[in-house]
């Protein structure tokens, strides 16, 4: 899967650089070093569109729209705490945020599980603790000591053990993947500031299929001049893909920074737009 995952994410940078030349079937397959069929093949296990029609779905134009589009949703989302019905299979979440005194104490006397894991979108580290998932990243190969170091530091005085048979069954259920049997919610413990904790908990009212910007996050935590100090608070997100940190666009249409790569948050858009719209 990691292998699969990362000749997706390299055709997702050639097409994305070279869109303006529109290239064929045949150039983005030679890029990553398949033959066109299995590269249309692969291409559409992956996304469940042809190349193009994914490439389509991440113009800036396209973006555009769908931050319009989104706009009417999320105001309804706000407003009443629940998100789209339009969602295909989304999670049952629960966030439960450390005390002051937790979150000074670095974590003494919990006990932290994690584990390296593939998924479609490449390698990640999770980490769980009794009362739910305390970190989840997408690494690159490089990265797996780092991400032990990273999660080492947020919980210095946590008991870190690595426990592949714990965490299993839930990046099953975070992904979908086969096997899995459970949809039980999956309770979050987050570690951050009040002004953090905000904005984590505006992401997560963002529905599957919808777009917004950073000065709408802003506006809806109720500090409308503070997009900046909110998109710092969006790449300090410990919990990826649960949190949808990737749904948030540049005012403009552009894609915006992904604390876990570009690549990968075209990847992760890309599938949702054409999940969702499968769906209409």
């Known amino acids: 899967m990691p292998d699969d995952y990362q000749r997706i994410a390299d055709a997702i940078h050639f097409l994305k650089d070279s869109a303006l030349n529109q290239p064929s079937l045949d150039d983005a397959a030679k890029q990553v070093g398949l033959s066109p069929y299995h590269f249309q093949r692969l291409f559409r296990r992956f996304a469940g569109v042809s190349p193009k029609r994914f490439l389509?779905?991440?113009?800036?134009e396209n973006a555009k729209g769908l931050l319009k589009q989104s706009t009417s949703v999320?105001?309804?989302?706000?407003?009443?705490?629940?998100?789209?019905?339009?969602?295909?299979?989304?999670?049952l979440i629960n966030v439960d945020a450390v005390t002051p005194g937790e979150?000074?104490?670095?974590?003494?006397?919990?006990?932290?599980?994690?584990?390296?894991h593939p998924t479609p979108f490449g390698q990640s580290l999770i980490a769980i603790t009794e009362r739910g998932i305390c970190r989840l990243e997408f690494i690159d190969s490089t990265e797996t000591e780092t991400a032990i170091q990273r999660l080492q530091k947020?919980?210095?005085?946590?008991?870190i053990k690595e426990n592949e048979t714990i965490t299993e069954s839930i990046i099953h259920q975070i992904f979908?993947?086969?096997?899995?049997?459970?949809?039980?919610p999956?309770?979050?413990?987050?570690?951050?500031?009040?002004?953090?904790?905000?904005?984590?908990?505006?992401?997560?009212?963002?529905p599957t299929g919808c777009v917004t910007s950073y000065g709408f996050l802003a506006s809806k935590i109720g500090q409308p001049s503070a997009s900046r100090a909110v998109g710092t608070a969006i790449g300090n997100n410990p919990i990826s893909y649960l949190i949808p940190c990737h749904r948030?666009?540049?005012?403009?249409?552009?894609?915006?920074?992904y604390r876990w790569g570009i690549d990968r948050k075209l990847a992760i858009l890309g599938k949702e737009f054409c999940v969702t719209e499968a769906l209409k």
């Open 56 to 60: 389509q779905h991440l113009t800036s």
């Open 74 to 91: 999320l105001e309804t989302s706000f407003s009443v705490g629940l998100s789209s019905p339009s969602r295909l299979h989304d999670l």
């Open 103 to 116: 979150y000074k104490s670095g974590g003494t006397n919990l006990q932290i599980n994690y584990a390296i």
């Open 154 to 159: 947020a919980w210095p005085n946590a008991l």
């Open 176 to 184: 979908n993947l086969q096997n899995s049997s459970t949809n039980k």
């Open 186 to 206: 999956l309770p979050l413990l987050l570690q951050g500031t009040n002004f953090q904790l905000k904005v984590w908990q505006a992401l997560l009212k963002i």
């Open 248 to 257: 948030v666009l540049r005012g403009d249409g552009g894609i915006g920074g």
